[in-house]
């Protein structure tokens, strides 16, 4: 395969898993469809049963990189970047909120999986549980130091994952309802107003 054939199934994987966050978010496991979700990405059915044979691992695939990518990319670089932890937390604060800004559909998505399929999530959480334990070890540590000098006061390493995650996920839970309530119209507007907010807030917290 050369690297435009390459680039190519690449693409026509992530247009497959696209459609597929919205098919679970809104039927859940039992009530997706694979031929909508290969309707939906503008592929054949036979094609999207090449990528991910079947309606289960298509499912699953979704969910371990979903948490996978929230491991990698917002609760490992608080411990292994550099900077102060005030900018790591920041900085995995706002890659968290961007990375659901993406993925509007994942919190229901998330949701949907816990109520129909809570084998699947313990599953997964189980196949995570040690490597995300131990980031947050690592985590807590790196708090504990700057504890010591001065840079923050006292902080639990779960509660802070908990509120960064509790903060940033409900807008996109209930944006409808807050947008309607507080009268804004503008979905990206908000959603921006919304993640400097969060950023405040934690920053306060963690002082």
Do not use: W
């Amino acid at each position: 395969m050369d690297k435009q054939e390459s680039k190519q199934a690449k693409d026509t994987e992530q247009l497959i898993l696209e459609a597929a966050i919205k098919e679970f978010s809104t039927k859940g496991f039992d009530g997706a469809r694979t031929s909508t979700i290969a309707a939906a990405a503008g592929v054949t059915h036979a094609m999207l049963h090449y990528y991910f044979r079947t309606k289960e691992k298509l499912f699953e695939r979704i969910f371990k990189d979903k948490i996978r990518y929230i491991i990698n990319m917002v609760i490992s670089p608080m411990v292994e970047a550099s900077g102060s932890i005030k900018e790591r937390i920041r900085t995995g604060i706002e890659k968290h909120f961007d990375f659901l800004l993406a993925n509007k559909e994942l919190p229901i998505f998330f949701i949907t999986t816990i109520n129909s399929r809570p084998e699947a999530y313990k599953e997964v959480i189980n196949e995570f549980s040690t490597n995300a334990h131990n980031r947050i070890c690592a985590l807590q540590k790196e708090l504990d130091k700057a504890c010591e000098n001065g840079e923050i006061g006292s902080v639990r390493a779960d509660q802070l994952i908990g509120d960064i995650a509790s903060l940033n996920v409900f807008p996109f839970l209930a944006y409808p309802m807050l947008m309607a309530a507080t009268g804004h119209s503008d979905f990206d507007t908000y959603m921006e107003m919304r993640k400097i907010e969060i950023v405040e807030i934690i920053m306060k917290r963690i002082s």
